[in-house]
């Protein structure tokens, strides 16, 4: 089983915080779908095209630029590469882009969960993030979707930002609840450094906020979701039960995925499974149409795999086993490591049963234990 992830690298405007890649010029997205095709076409019969595709993410830049036409013969070229038999197919949608004939064209493609970047209804904010949408566009692109046949949507959040109070947060979330939504992605704001946030912070024009008022903000997001039925099942994502995303749960557990478009990164397994191949596509719209484009690949280890897994399934609710870094991985962890857990255990940070898994507690501070337990 594995997924396929498609990079629609065309966005109306620049967001302040963002550093995937993107365009903002539109004028070369029939030859980018053209030439995407070209790409999916290229895998056919390939190792890549042998075992079955169960997830399919449309991500981005912004895919909801793209016509259902457009959306319609990508999948058509997926469904005559691979051997389709889709759990979950993705869709990124900007809220300004909403209608309900949209909503019922990607339905209709077969796209049952769609992911919108919301992230505030706060006007300012919106504008302090330089979103293209405003926060009524939001609210009646969640009314459309709430009501469409899609069968799971998502919204994102993010916290965290320079004046934004406890409140204000409260309000956002409320807000968002009042959709019902079955899964939400909540994110701390972070600041990059090749964006204009990132241009801003080194020009000292920006104060962001301390760590205890973001720790406050995520106290108040997990609350809020979890009473109204979203349990945190990764770091950054909540869900009802049974709607957690499978695609992304995928990358967390070491499943092979292909990445398709300028930017996009693939990982697969080696066929002895001792190890894996990691690569991107340069994020280069121009080269990438003009057949140019340079990929950058790289070789992880078993060893390297096993503490990638243990960094990932430890921001998970999930967790690890170690009967399952045993049989994946060839990997035990050191007696360093487990006196480790078993003080973090102790410190109720951590859960040690079948599987190892951070508590609550443990969550908040999960980049810091990752850090000391590849290191003990
Ligand atoms: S719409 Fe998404 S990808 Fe495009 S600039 Fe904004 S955050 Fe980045």
Same mark, same amino acid.
């Given at each position: 089983?594995?997924? &396929? ?16 890649? +993107? ?27 042998? %075992?079955?595709? /169960?997830?399919?993410?449309?991500? %981005? ?19 005559? !590469? ?23 064209? *990607? ?26 949408? @405003? ?21 994102? *959040? ?10 204000? &947060? ?19 704001? !972070? ?33 809020? *979701? ?10 950054? @994502? ?9 695609? @992304? ?17 693939? +990982? =697969? =397994? ?7 191949? $990691? =690569? ?15 990929? /950058? ?5 078993? #060893? ?10 430890? $921001?998970?609710?999930? %967790? +690890?086993? *170690? ?14 490591? &487990? #006196?480790?857990? /078993? ?22 501070? !999960? ?10």
């Amino acid at each position: 089983m594995s997924g &396929l992830y498609l990079h629609i690298p065309f966005c109306k405007q620049a967001c302040s915080y963002c550093d995937f890649y +993107f365009v903002t010029r539109q004028d070369q997205k029939a030859q980018f779908v053209e030439k995407l095709i070209n790409e999916i076409h290229s895998k056919q019969d390939s190792v890549y095209s042998q %075992g079955i595709i /169960e997830t399919i993410y449309f991500g %981005g830049g912004t895919p909801s630029l793209l016509t259902i036409k457009e959306l319609s013969s990508i999948l058509e070229a997926i469904k005559s !590469t691979f051997h389709l038999k889709a759990k979950e197919i993705t869709i990124e949608l900007n809220p300004d882009d909403v209608s309900k004939e949209y909503l019922d064209g *990607l339905k209709g493609l077969g796209i049952n969960r769609v992911s919108m970047g919301v992230q505030s209804f706060d006007e300012e904010l919106l504008k302090f993030m330089h979103r293209a949408h @405003n926060a009524n566009e939001a609210l009646q692109c969640l009314e459309i979707l709430s009501l469409s046949a899609i069968e799971v949507f998502t919204a994102d *959040l993010i916290y965290g930002n320079p004046g934004q109070t406890l409140q204000m &947060l409260e309000k956002d979330i409320d807000t968002l609840l009042q959709f019902d939504p079955p899964h939400v992605s909540a994110y701390s704001l !972070t600041i990059e450094p090749r964006t204009r946030l990132g241009k801003q912070l080194e020009l000292g024009r920006l104060m962001v906020p301390g760590d205890e008022v973001v720790e406050q903000h995520v106290d108040l997001v997990e609350e809020k *979701l979890k009473r109204a039925g979203l349990f945190r099942y990764e770091v950054s @994502n909540f869900a009802k039960p049974g709607r957690e995303a499978v695609h @992304n749960t995928n990358y967390w557990e070491h499943k092979n995925y292909l990445g398709l478009g300028p930017g996009a990164h693939s +990982f =697969w =397994w080696d066929e002895n499974k001792q190890g894996a191949t $990691r =690569w991107s596509n340069e994020a280069n719209l121009k080269k990438y149409l003009e057949n140019n484009h340079t990929k /950058e690949i790289e070789k992880v280890s078993l #060893a390297g795999l096993a503490e990638e897994r243990v960094m990932l399934a430890l $921001r998970t609710s999930k %967790g +690890f086993s *170690l009967c399952e870094l045993k049989t994946r991985y060839n990997y035990e962890l050191s007696p360093g490591q &487990l #006196a480790y857990l /078993e003080r973090m255990a102790f410190e109720k940070k951590l859960v040690m049963e079948k599987d190892i898994k951070l508590t609550s507690k443990g969550l908040k501070i !999960t980049d810091a234990i990752i850090l000391d337990l590849l290191t003990a």
